[in-house]
């Protein structure tokens, strides 16, 4: 068994998603090999992460919170060029910015933060859904297109379904992406061409 202080490093990265037990390990073990220089300014970086990393009011991407905090807004709820009334919805920070990469969507987003849960409704209560459906209310429903940009995957067609519903009595167009993206697949590792693909021919 290792060292507590290494246990300890171990369960932290346990908590991240997508981190197995033996990934943690192995993150732990490196740590060991950092030097003390590395590792305070690493351990600064987290302790700070709070303080200047801000959540867009908006849509709730992350971004660079400035000193004094004179906005709450992400870049691309302040860019005034924009198309206020195309909502892009996705799962995180990483499939917004993946899709803006592709320089073909000129809209806005709105981060769900995570998957919806067909079985655990306590934890839909984290998700920005409500956030979503009051800001759709506040646009013209005759203009307003709704772009469900999520996974090719069952949870990520478990949340079409869930928001085509949620969003149902609206009365604003809700549109998806094609299928350039194939079954099972994410966002994040869809290559530009078909991420255009699939913006170009939603439906």
Do not use: W
């Amino acid at each position: 068994m290792f060292p507590a202080p290494i246990q300890k490093l171990i369960a932290h990265f346990q908590k991240l998603p997508g981190i197995g037990p033996r990934q943690a390990v192995k993150f732990a073990l490196r740590l060991t090999k950092m030097s003390a220089g590395e590792l305070k300014a690493m351990s600064a970086d987290v302790a700070n992460l709070k303080s200047v990393i801000g959540e867009c009011k908006e849509c709730f991407m992350l971004f660079d919170r400035p000193q004094p905090d004179s906005f709450s807004l992400c870049r691309f709820c302040r860019q005034t060029g924009r198309d206020a009334n195309k909502i892009c919805v996705v799962i995180n920070d990483h499939d917004a910015l993946t899709i803006e990469k592709t320089n073909t969507y000129d809209g806005l987003y709105h981060v769900l933060g995570g998957h919806v849960s067909l079985l655990d409704k306590e934890k839909n209560r984290n998700l920005n859904l409500l956030a979503l459906k009051n800001r759709i209310a506040s646009r013209p429903k005759e203009s307003t297109e709704v772009i469900l940009g999520l996974n090719a995957t069952a949870e990520g067609q478990a949340t079409v379904l869930y928001l085509e519903k949620l969003l149902a009595d609206s009365g604003v167009k809700i549109t998806r992406l094609a299928q350039g993206l194939s079954t099972g697949s994410e966002i994040e590792y869809a290559d530009d061409q078909t991420l255009i693909n699939a913006l170009k021919h939603r439906r």
